[in-house]
């Protein structure tokens, strides 16, 4: 089963330091070496939001109504089960401290 694992940002999240870069290195090397990572990146603050109705399509800036809220960064694992998922993102927030994940099951 494949899940994508976002992380928002609030904008109060302090700087990384070099324990965490460290950790998050460790981290992702062990989720390669399992073949649990399938992808792995940030992702810019700024985006759009297209919108289809009744065959009219808008564009507007997005992709959050709170500027606040950005997702940042992202992880695409492959793991047997939504528990697995949930553990693997329960060691991610423990890692970085405050803030927000979401997972969803990847389909197709």
């Given at each position: 089963?494949?899940?994508?694992?976002?992380?928002?940002?609030?904008?109060?999240?302090?700087?990384?330091?070099?324990?965490?870069?460290?950790?998050?290195?460790?981290?992702?090397?062990?989720?390669?070496?399992?073949?649990?990572?399938?992808?792995?990146?940030?992702?810019?603050?700024?985006?759009?939001?297209?919108?289809?109705?009744?065959?009219?399509?808008?564009?507007?800036?997005?992709?959050?109504?709170?500027?606040?809220?950005?997702?940042?960064?992202?992880?695409?694992?492959?793991?047997?089960?939504?528990?697995?998922?949930?553990?693997?993102?329960?060691?991610?927030?423990?890692?970085v401290?405050?803030?927000?994940?979401?997972?969803?099951q990847?389909?197709?």
């Amino acid at each position: 089963m494949r899940y994508l694992m976002t992380s928002v940002s609030t904008g109060t999240t302090p700087a990384p330091d070099e324990k965490l870069y460290a950790d998050m290195a460790a981290f992702v090397q062990e989720l390669s070496a399992t073949g649990q990572l399938l992808a792995t990146g940030g992702l810019a603050p700024a985006g759009t939001v297209l919108t289809s109705k009744d065959g009219e399509i808008t564009t507007v800036d997005g992709p959050f109504a709170e500027a606040k809220e950005v997702a940042a960064g992202f992880a695409l694992i492959e793991v047997a089960d939504e528990a697995e998922a949930i553990e693997l993102c329960r060691r991610f927030r423990r890692m970085v401290g405050d803030g927000t994940s979401v997972i969803q099951q990847v389909f197709g």
